[in-house]
């Protein structure tokens, strides 16, 4: 059984910050990528951002680029997603996903992400 867990949504003004966190957790889980979704009311699950632990490389969406970061420890299957300059539009439940290693790769879909944590809320006021 893994779990995921995120943790640090809130309510912040436009312009502000927030860093969200998620680790998971498994008796033998080694996770080849983590990612970021985002789900704002009414909208479909979208592609934030993902870490893939070789390398490290990350990759984000055009949204995001230049605003959030992700990092992360690895022997801690935990990931960080450090969001700076928020706009309203960013307004949304953010999921953490963790994926096996599968071929071929597919970051940006969620289909490719095995487990998925709760959802934190993260809410930017104008």
């Known amino acids: 059984q893994v779990h995921v867990v995120e943790s640090g949504g809130g309510l912040v003004q436009a312009g502000g910050s927030l860093r969200l966190s998620c680790a998971a957790s498994g008796r033998t889980f080694s996770s080849y990528a983590m990612g970021w979704f985002r789900q704002a009311p009414g909208k479909a699950r979208e592609f934030v951002g993902t870490?893939?632990?070789?390398?490290?490389?990350?990759y984000y969406a055009d949204s995001v680029k230049g605003r959030f970061t992700i990092s992360g420890d690895n022997a801690k299957n935990t990931v960080y997603l450090q969001m700076d300059s928020l706009k309203p539009e960013d307004t949304a439940v953010y999921y953490c996903?963790?994926?096996?290693?599968?071929?071929?790769?597919?970051?940006?879909?969620?289909?490719?992400?095995?487990?998925w944590g709760q959802g934190t809320q993260v809410t930017v006021s104008s």
């Open positions: 996903a963790a994926a096996l290693f599968k071929f071929p790769t597919s970051y940006t879909e969620k289909e490719w992400y095995d487990y």
């Open positions: 870490l893939r632990w070789s390398g490290p490389t990350t």
